[in-house]
């Protein structure tokens, strides 16, 4: 009785169900931030911080581990993503926080 009442729960607005399981996501993430280190574009850093900010969606913190990366992939893409509103923002191919 308890399993059907925990599959009836409403998800987050933050999960996507394209992404199910933090692996998945954290593999999105990556790829993403691969993309973003060989050409730097603003799109990319949305993107990312978008990713980030899913996975702390409750559905993917499995481990007090991912729950840390979550929350710090947030402040760092966030970071990324407000220094292109930056008027000094022509030295993002140099990121500090992606060296």
Same mark, same amino acid.
């Given at each position: 009785? $308890?399993? !059907?009442?925990?599959? +009836? $729960?409403?998800?987050?607005?933050?999960?996507?169900?394209?992404?199910?399981? &933090?692996?998945?996501?954290?593999? &999105?993430? /990556? /790829?993403? %931030?691969? !993309?973003?280190?060989?050409?730097?574009? $603003?799109?990319?850093? +949305?993107?990312?911080?978008?990713? %980030?900010?899913?996975?702390? %969606?409750?559905?993917? %913190?499995?481990?007090?581990?991912?729950?840390?990366?979550? #929350?710090?992939?947030?402040? !760092?893409?966030?970071?990324?993503?407000? #220094?292109?509103? &930056?008027?000094?923002?022509?030295?993002?191919?140099?990121?500090?926080?992606? !060296?």
């Amino acid at each position: 009785m $308890q399993k !059907q009442v925990s599959s +009836i $729960q409403a998800t987050s607005e933050l999960f996507d169900p394209e992404l199910p399981t &933090a692996k998945e996501l954290m593999a &999105a993430i /990556c /790829c993403v %931030a691969t !993309q973003y280190a060989l050409k730097p574009t $603003q799109e990319l850093a +949305i993107l990312a911080s978008d990713l %980030a900010k899913k996975l702390t %969606a409750p559905e993917y %913190a499995d481990t007090k581990l991912i729950e840390d990366i979550a #929350e710090r992939l947030v402040k !760092q893409w966030t970071r990324i993503v407000s #220094e292109y509103g &930056a008027e000094d923002s022509w030295m993002l191919e140099t990121h500090n926080t992606l !060296q």
